[in-house]
């Protein structure tokens, strides 16, 4: 897996909705859902970086549908020492 793909939004409700959408769009794993305060929740996935990309837009879209999406990020071939800030288990 060679791509991390994150959206934050806010509430319990859309980050299901996106990550629901997102496993079905696209060749991704689901890493997990972290709730990180402030009613905010951090969805990540992993995959190629086609397929995190296509994952990222298609949650972004369920997000807004389903509540408010507040970022989205794509980081492609991030560097392995990039994990150690993350409380999600992103390596293979």
């Known amino acids: 897996m060679n791509s991390w793909g994150f959206i934050e939004v806010i509430g319990y409700t859309p980050a299901i909705a996106s990550a629901d959408a997102m496993i079905k769009s696209a060749e991704v794993q689901l ?22 990309r296509t994952a990222i ?17 794509v980081i492609a071939r991030p560097k392995k020492d990039a994990q150690k ?3 999600l288990n992103m390596e293979e």
């Open 85 to 87: 800030v993350l409380a």
């Open 57 to 73: 837009d298609v949650g972004t879209e369920a997000a807004k549908k389903y509540g408010q999406l507040h970022c989205a990020q």
């Open 31 to 52: 890493v997990g859902i972290e709730v990180i305060g402030g009613a905010m929740v951090t969805v990540a996935v992993k995959g190629d970086v086609a397929a995190v």
